[in-house]
Every structure is written in C-alpha cells, then in structure tokens.
C-alpha cells in the first residue's frame, strides 16, 4: 500500500444468522466510511441522541423504534442520507431455510463466510486498506472473525490489490456505526418478513423507501454505492 491509501472502517453486524433460528429471513450488512471521518461521524450521532433527549451512551437499535422514540429514528435516518462519506450495503436472503448445503457439499458456516464476502467484495476499491468491526453476537463471534480473516485476506489479494488491516469483534453499545447498521438492516428484515406490528417501524421504512426512490425489498442497481442491496436467491446463488 502507497502513502496515499485510503483507509475504510467497516461496521457490519446480521439478523438470524444461525441454521436454525428463526425467522429464516436473514440479513447482513456493514456501514462504511472513511477512518479520517469516523470519529465526527460517531459525534454527531452521539449529538442527535442528546439532542432528543438521550444519554449519548444509550444503545440505538431496531428493536427500540416506537412512536415515542421516532422522531429520534427519522432525524438519524435523515442524517445519514445527507452525509456524503457514510454508506450502507446489504444481502438479503429471503429463507434460509429452503437452503440445500448437501447439494453443495458445504456447511452452513461456509456458507456464512461465502455470504460476508459477498456483502463486503464489491465495497473493497483499488490501493485502498480496510478495517473490519464485527458486532459481538456469542461466544463464537471470535472465531468467526478470526475465519473471517483469514478468507477476506486471501480473497483480498485477487481484488484489485486492496488490503485487510484488521477484522475486530466489537460490542455494539461503545461503537455508533455498529449500531446504525443494526436500525438498517433491522428495517430490512421487518419490511422483507412483510410485518407490520409497528406502526412507527411502518412510517420508518415508508421514509427509507422515500430516500432510496425504490421498495428496500428488492435488490438495487449494482452501481448503487449509498446504499446497495441485494436480494439474493438461493437457486441461483445470485441477486434477483
């Protein structure tokens, strides 16, 4: 890497991960900005949360979306649209339940790591170095960034000679990033299981659609970069 390289801090985190949980609705994905900006940009998140009437320490999360608590939720949810160097990618897979592993002679944590790569390989730019942040899940979560390491360093090397600096567990609560990528994916899961026991979840998701110019359960173009997602089928092995 040259003097110039710009460094990314990756914030990922997932819902329904496990073979056996359910719903079997899963989705991963990982906010991205650069280092250089991460820090104002977790200011400023801590600042909206005080402006509300928050203790800048207190947990954002999808779970926590309630008509008392929205006004909070859209002020971030416009905030991020507004800033420039703060983007958002994520796979959605509709059943992981029809998923058929013996077919493909896999485990389903191989296929986990077949999915994190494919969330993260098209964020990853030419000359450029990454830094990784996991949401801590269990007691398993180091290992599966220790494997996740290990696979992004070797499928780094065939990506356009970007680099992985580190893949770090973190715990949601001390990382503000971590925590809006848990409100967006949490959105993308509740709108993808069709539900609507949320009345405030519902006008969260109507202004997420608003923002994107298009319905947040189907896939967007591949060129999109603020946020990018991809419905994946399993048939396939492709978006759809």
Known sequence: MNSESIIYNVYCDETCHLESTEPHGMVIGAVWCPRDSSRAIADEMRELKIKHGFDSRREMKWTAVSPAKLPFYMDILDWFFARADLNFRAIIIPDKGILDHQSFHQAHHIWYYKMFYDLLKILFRPDSLYRIFIDIKDTHSGRRAEELRKILGHQSN?????SIEIVQNVRSHEVQ?????????????????RLRTSQAKL??????????????TES???????????????ERGRNV
Do not use: M
């Open 158 to 162: 065939k990506l356009e000679n970007c």
């Open 220 to 234: 967007t173009p591949a060129s999109s970069v603020k946020v990018n997602l991809l419905r994946w089928d399993p």
């Open 177 to 193: 990033q971590i925590q809006l990528t848990d409100l967006l994916i949490g959105a993308l899961s509740y709108a993808n299981r």
């Open 203 to 216: 006008e969260f998701i109507q202004r997420f659609t608003a923002h994107l110019a298009r319905p947040i």
